[in-house]
């Protein structure tokens, strides 16, 4: 086997992994959420698993960048579409929305909620979200010149809007009450 066919089945198998940990976390939640578990989940051998995560941390780490990654890729994609109008604020959060919602947000919440009482994962968490916030930031171009653009601080109140709506809709789901939330967060913003 050539060193880059290696490489591909290398990489393949590491994204298996994290994929399978995310739905490790969705699925089970953090407590329940195992090495034996991702690694059955993934359907790969011990061996492999650690071969490319060691550790329990280490696979965690692992997959609050890959959390991060998908949720910048997700943006990315939706933001080639924004209007640079006066529709382009509600496109901007609703595309906002839209990542901070569903199976991947709930993984990162995962994270987050035991970042709160696991020091090495909160070191990991802490830079990996604030880059991400600046990353986010840039692809929606806030504080941009377009009319539809976000202010620094309208950027910092959705998405502390949409964490809360997130977490809500984990006990209470209710689409109706998140989308008028937004709207009216829109309508005091216009």
């Given amino acids: 086997m050539s060193e880059r066919s290696r490489q591909l089945r290398g990489a393949r198998t590491r994204e298996r992994l994290l994929e399978a940990t995310l739905t490790c976390l969705v699925e089970h939640g953090y407590a329940s959420t195992t090495m034996q578990r991702v690694q059955n989940e ?10 490319h995560f060691a550790s329990m941390n280490e696979l965690l780490v692992g997959a609050v960048r890959h959390v991060a990654a998908r949720q910048l890729d997700a943006l ?5 579409r924004l209007d640079d109008g006066a529709a382009g604020r509600a496109q901007r959060v609703d595309l906002l ?12 919440l995962e994270l987050w909620m035991a ?6 994962l909160r070191a990991a968490l ?8 600046h990353q986010i930031a840039s692809v929606l171009r806030v504080d ?12 910092d109140e959705i998405l502390v809007t949409l ?14 009450v998140e989308r008028r939330t937004i709207e009216r967060w829109l309508e005091t913003r216009t």
């Fill in 163 to 176: 964490r809360g709506l997130a977490i809500t809709s984990v006990l209470r789901p209710d689409p109706r």
């Fill in 76 to 80: 990315r994609h939706g933001a080639a």
């Fill in 97 to 108: 929305h839209s990542v901070m919602s569903g199976p991947l947000f709930l993984a990162g």
């Fill in 42 to 51: 993934a359907g790969v051998s011990r061996g492999a698993l650690v071969h």
């Fill in 144 to 155: 941009g010149a377009e009319v539809g653009a976000l202010t620094r601080l309208e950027f």
């Fill in 115 to 120: 970042a709160r009482t696991n020091p090495s």
């Fill in 126 to 133: 802490v830079p990996a979200e604030r880059e991400l916030g």
